[in-house]
């Protein structure tokens, strides 16, 4: 266990980054899943309005620097490819 104030404040502070790290992540698998999903029920309405969703929470998750740019922008681009071939 850390001693010094400097590295008990540092330890705070990674407890809370990798918490807020971890909600954000779920939510991304949740929001993938959530496409996934309508994507086998074959039902495009909502397989979209899941997309959206998913955008949105892929985009907010790479601009904290959570996962890298490059990924969400992969991820996005395969779902909507699935999306557009139901």
Known sequence: MAHH???????RQNQKRR?????FRTKSASAVKKVLAA?????KDSAK???LAAESVLDK???KGIIPKGRASRTISRLARKVNSI
């Open 5 to 11: 104030k400097s590295a008990l404040k540092a330890i």
């Open 39 to 43: 994507i086998s029920d074959g039902n």
């Open 49 to 51: 309005s899941a997309l």
């Open 19 to 23: 918490i807020r790290n971890r909600m």
């Open 61 to 63: 998750t790479a601009r």
